[in-house]
């Protein structure tokens, strides 16, 4: 298009990524987008979620222990519609739980599995009405499972792998791009989304998968690694103690004002 501005004349044209402006007085400036690929990047988004289904009427059973700072949930495809975990709270297959940088929380189901959530991280309770537990979307989690039935397992799942289960220990990350497991205790089996290649991993053993699949089995130390979970524990407890510390500090002197001023 064209346009005169106080006597003077330009026009643009636009070529793929690049924008010319053709000045009458003062020549041309061409502009170049060279982040195409970057700014087209977009972070993921886990709210509405293809193979998951939020039931409202139904209860997992499941309940919120050692919640530490605010920890948020939603029902799958209304991200809008945030809740606060508490140890009342109605946990529905499909929804969403995930925590902020200062918060935390445990997730015990009533077969006594357990899975320790640590800050930033978001996971969704999948349907009952199949073998799978829930899908780790970012962040981590500790789980342990005690009493699974014979012949019986359950799947817990991320972008790039599923995990089947029989009773075992374990800590597991995800990030858009990698899935890292990490047995404490006992066997699962590990498998990709992207190959369909499936590994045996063992206590005491590591191994990554990618959407083209997965990575070679290492060794890492597990009394290590128990030792930073209890850490972080300890450090979320003191955080949290702190914020009710302060809060209670405000309670009070807001009382003392609205006395004051009465």
């Known amino acids: 298009g064209s346009r005169n501005i ?3 004349k330009f026009t643009g044209t636009v070529d793929g990524d690049t924008i010319r402006i053709q ?6 400036v061409t502009y170049a987008n060279n982040n195409t690929e970057q700014n087209n990047d977009k972070p993921p988004d886990f709210s509405d979620l293809p193979d998951v289904e939020y039931q409202p009427g139904k209860d997992t059973g499941a309940k919120f222990v050692s ?7 939603y029902p799958d495809g209304d991200p809008n519609d945030i809740s606060f975990a508490s140890d009342k ?4 297959p499909g929804i969403h739980i995930f925590t902020g940088e200062e918060s935390s929380v445990t997730l015990v189901f009533a077969d006594l599995s357990t899975y320790k959530i640590p800050p930033n991280t978001e996971i969704v309770i999948r349907s009952f009405d199949s073998k799978s537990n829930i899908s780790l ?3 981590k989690i500790w789980a342990n499972f005690k ?3 014979n012949g019986e397992s359950i799947e817990v799942r991320t972008n790039q792998a599923v995990l089947g289960i029989k009773g075992t220990t374990f800590i597991l990350e995800a990030t858009t791009d990698k899935t890292l497991l990490k047995m ?5 089996s590990f498998t990709s989304i992207g190959s369909g290649k499936t590994e045996t991993v063992k206590t005491g053993e590591t191994i990554t998968a990618t959407s083209k699949g997965l990575g070679q ?5 597990v009394a290590t690694e128990n030792a930073s979970w209890k850490a972080l524990e300890k450090q979320m407890q003191k955080q949290d103690s702190l914020i009710n510390k302060i809060t209670n500090i405000f309670l009070a002197v807001w009382r003392w004002i609205s006395v004051l001023f009465k």
């Not at 919640?67 to 949930?73: H, L, N, T």
């Open 6 to 8: 106080s006597d003077d």
């Open 89 to 92: 709270a109605k946990i529905r």
């Open 184 to 188: 404490i205790e006992g066997t699962v």
């Open 137 to 139: 979307l970012t962040g």
């Open 217 to 221: 089995k290492t060794n890492f130390n």
């Open 23 to 28: 000045f009458s007085r003062v020549g041309y």
């Open 67 to 73: 919640i530490q700072g605010e920890v948020k949930m």
């Open 147 to 149: 009493k699974i039935a």
